[in-house]
T-cell receptor, first 110, second 114 residues
């Protein structure tokens, strides 16, 4: 059964304190792994798609990496405006369906 | 990316009533998806709505409880029928983007059932 586990559930960082969020997955053939940001009261905002092990994507202070079993979202020198819930999802081959993790709630303190 | 709007943004409803949620996209899309996000839980796919065909429901979701319409390539509705407090959740629609596999989400409808 396809499954996604995110850790930690919650993370508090000081402004400028870099860290990483983890997304472990089990899927029968990976079509894509997706990272989203979700602010309170809003829908998820698309960040990255990763397709194969070794792939990396960057956007501002965020960098996503992928291995055959997990993905990391690295946050470099975060700012308070990076506070949000970060969601990971996978899509298996031959399906349009996403399987989401429960997310990591990130709080960056000024 | 597509611009997606949902109506209503939030509602408080009484047990036993029904609510219809609308999803409008600013471009024509083949596949539209409806998700539920319960407090503290991940997004769960309810059904996939393709224009011109019956919606495809995921395990645990049935058409009598969550009827869906897809009259054209830019619009869909999800009805939550005979509501109970367990239906209190955020309901999200999403669409596949022009790129490969990405889904883009609407702002969500926050439903509270008393």
């Amino acid at each position: 059964e396809d499954q996604v586990t995110q850790s930690p559930e919650a993370l508090r960082l000081q402004e400028g304190e870099s860290s990483s969020l983890n997304c472990s997955y089990t899927v029968s053939g990976l079509r894509g792994l997706f990272w989203y940001r979700q602010d309170p009261g809003k829908g998820p905002e698309f960040l990255f798609t990763l397709y194969s092990a070794g792939e990396e994507k960057e956007k501002e202070r965020l960098k996503a990496t992928l291995t055959k079993k997990e993905s990391f979202l690295h946050i470099t020198a975060p700012k308070p405006e990076d506070s949000a819930t970060y969601l990971c999802a996978v899509q298996g081959t031959g399906t349009y369906k996403y399987i989401f993790g429960t997310g990591t709630r990130l709080k960056v303190l000024a | 990316s597509a611009v997606i709007s949902q109506k209503p943004s939030r509602d408080i409803c009484q047990r036993g009533t029904s609510l219809t949620i609308q999803c409008q996209v600013d471009s024509q899309v083949t596949m539209m998806f409806w998700y539920r996000q319960q407090p503290g839980q991940s997004l769960t796919l309810i059904a996939t709505a393709n224009q011109g065909s019956e919606a495809t429901y995921e395990s645990g979701f049935v058409i009598d409880k969550f009827p869906i319409s897809r009259p054209n390539l830019t619009f869909s509705t999800l009805t939550v029928s005979n509501m109970s407090p367990e239906d209190s959740s955020i309901y999200l629609c999403s669409v596949e983007g022009q790129g490969y596999n990405e889904q883009f989400f609407g702002p969500g409808t926050r439903l509270t059932v008393l």
